[in-house]
């Protein structure tokens, strides 16, 4: 598998909302391609019925009071973060179908 | 040679402050003069906050209450670190093109201002902490205070060329893969990756939530334990800390290496590593038995494969980490979008740099429909496999001693044209991130070009009080950590 196509590339370039310039995919392309092509070496590992690990902490269900407290930041500080417009104390953002 | 007292170490900083023979303003502005002086050349402090910090100072002096041993201590934290209206950018244009200014602190820096330390800047790192080098940084590289055309390492290069330069008294990091460890060995300072879910990670830039950790880089292992001892602990803001107890760690520093029993991995003494490292390595093992310590082999057969492992969980997680910069909460904008989509592309297009593009491609593709669970499902077992590994060398011996990197610190540019090069940097240091436990890095030699070399002292989970006793007794019999780069 490790060999990628720029046509890949592109499309997950797309999913993850990127753009790349050709230059740019046909460098990111050769580059996904070693490590990837570096990563297959996992396979040799015989891995049959081993869970895998998703974190460490040994912690399950680790569970608060459902109790609203103030928070440090108030809502106009967030705001304040924000580059776009603010109006009525929400962000307004570009249209979702141009 | 500097004599200022930003060369102090915080428990001599500490006995001078409460004696009252030196201020706290003092103290800050031996710091401040030492970065005005020398940083030009390092390019560590990537934001100074003298002004609030003298402010600070001047109020600590007034109360002149020097309890705490942090009180009044000025230090620098890596720039991922939220500290209320003061500029945090993890030195990516996404962050600093429009200064974000966080509305909030994080849980290290706001437990050490309740010590009363003092913020007096910010460090440089890798853009979003990936890299080994600080190349990927929007401010451009740090340089090693011990040869400037070679890298501080990286991502904490920032925090660990300011630590060894004397331009603070200690400094914070992060360490996702090696982050802390292998800046502090290759300047030659002293660098604790703590056990994951020992320290908060609240209000810190995250990279890889199952991999990051917040810790120190500092002068000593004493100082390590100090600060340690003021920022572990459970936070009701960070579901992974722990509610275990935190120890008295300085109280248990001086415990001695007497029936202590190292172990010493064969695969990290394996080809690739320049001999002059393992030779420092060996020699401190050396140092050790005669201290009192029981030397013994081990292997951890699966450390070949842990580049790999990291190389796929690392990135499928920055992928999601990094989904929430889209340009409209905060960061980067694009003017005139035609739509939302074309101003995600573009405000995400623009901000990011090379690094970071290539590791959210990797995680993409390694987690989308088909590849998932060739690549990342796999990779969690294998991650299962490491820990495990770890577990049973912990049941031959207390701790396993191994060098920091390959090599001594390497020249800016080396390997910017090959990010598997980069990559392979990490053998020694992300197996510990993937399995969990802490590693303490400390300097144990010099190469021939005075080049500092590190070793890292590992334990397993929760067990800092056993390694940050074996480097204090490690420390006190030798005296690499007490040179000094012959800065201008």
Redesign the interface.
């Given at each position: 598998m490790p060999a990628l196509t720029q046509a890949q590339v592109q499309h997950i370039a797309k999913l993850a909302r990127l753009t790349l310039t050709p230059a740019e995919a046909e460098k990111m392309t050769k580059e996904l391609s070693s490590i990837l092509q570096y990563v297959e070496q996992l396979k040799e590992v015989n891995t049959d019925s081993v869970i895998p690990t998703a974190q460490v902490t040994g912690l399950t269900n680790t569970l608060r009071e459902d109790q609203v407290k103030p928070s440090e930041a108030k809502p106009d500080d967030l705001l304040g973060c924000s580059p776009m417009p603010i109006v009525e104390h929400q962000i307004q953002v570009p249209h979702a179908h141009g | 040679m500097n004599m200022s007292l930003s060369t102090l170490t915080i428990s001599q900083a500490h006995e001078k402050l409460k004696k009252k023979e030196i201020s706290s303003v003092e103290l800050v502005k031996a710091c401040i003069e030492r970065i005005e002086k020398v940083d030009k050349n390092l390019n560590a402090v990537v934001f100074r906050n003298f002004d609030r910090a003298l402010e600070e100072a001047k109020k600590t002096d007034s109360v002149g209450k020097f309890d705490h041993p942090l009180t009044g201590i000025p230090y620098l934290a890596k720039d991922v670190y939220c500290e209320?209206g003061v500029p945090t950018t993890a030195c990516s244009n996404v962050l600093r093109d429009?200064t974000?200014?966080?509305?909030?602190?994080s849980t290290t820096t706001k437990r050490l201002k309740a010590k009363g330390a003092i913020s007096i800047g910010k460090t440089n790192t890798d853009e979003f902490t990936m890299g080994a080098s600080t190349e990927t940084s929007c401010y451009g590289v740090t340089k090693c205070p011990w040869d400037l055309t070679r890298v501080a390492g990286g991502s904490s290069g920032g925090s660990a060329a300011a630590v060894s330069a004397d331009e603070c008294v200690f400094a914070l990091g992060t360490d996702t893969g090696g982050s802390i460890r292998q800046p502090a060995s290759f300047c030659g300072c002293v660098g604790l990756k703590v056990t994951?879910?020992r320290t908060s990670r609240y209000g810190g830039v995250s990279m890889a939530s199952?991999l990051d950790s917040i810790g120190t880089l500092v002068k000593s292992v004493e100082d390590a334990a100090l600060v340690l001892e003021s920022i572990a602990g459970k936070d009701?803001m960070d579901?992974?800390t722990?509610d275990r107890p935190v120890p008295g760690y300085l109280r248990s520093l001086k415990g001695g290496l007497k029936g202590l029993k190292i172990g010493l991995p064969k695969e990290y003494f394996a080809k690739g590593i320049d001999p002059e490292v393992e030779q420092a390595v060996r020699s401190a093992a050396e140092t050790m038995r005669k201290l009192g310590a029981e030397i013994l082999d081990v292997s951890l057969p699966?450390t070949?494969?842990a580049?790999?492992?990291y190389?796929?969980l690392c990135p499928c997680e920055v992928?999601s980490n990094m989904?929430r910069y889209?340009?409209?909460?905060?960061?980067?904008?694009a003017a005139k979008?035609?739509?939302?989509?074309?101003?995600?592309?573009?405000a995400?297009?623009t901000g990011?740099g090379p690094e970071v593009?290539?590791r959210?491609?990797?995680g993409?593709?390694a987690l989308?429909a088909g590849y998932y669970d060739?690549?990342y499902?796999?990779?969690?077992?294998?991650?299962?496999?490491i820990?495990n590994e770890f577990e049973d060398a912990f049941k031959q011996v207390d701790i396993i001693l191994s060098p920091v990197a390959p090599t001594p610190a390497f020249k800016v540019g080396a390997h910017t044209d090959d990010?598997?090069a980069m990559?392979l940097e990490d053998a020694f240091t992300v197996p510990i991130n993937l399995?969990?436990i802490p590693g303490l890095s400390l300097p144990c030699g010099f190469s021939k070009n005075n080049l500092p070399i590190g070793m890292q002292l590992l334990g397993p989970?929760w067990a800092e009080e056993t390694i940050l006793r074996a480097g204090y007794a490690y420390e006190q019999a030798t005296d690499w950590h007490k040179q000094k780069p012959a800065l201008v």
């Open positions: - | 209320k429009k974000y200014l966080p509305p909030f602190d994951y879910g199952s009701p579901s992974t722990s699966r070949k494969y580049i790999a492992t190389y796929v992928s989904a889209d340009g409209i909460r905060y960061g980067h904008t979008p035609k739509d939302l989509i074309d101003y995600y592309l573009r995400r297009s990011f593009k290539r959210i491609m990797i993409t593709f989308s060739a690549y499902l796999k990779a969690q077992k294998v991650r299962t496999l820990k990010p598997l990559y399995a969990g989970q």
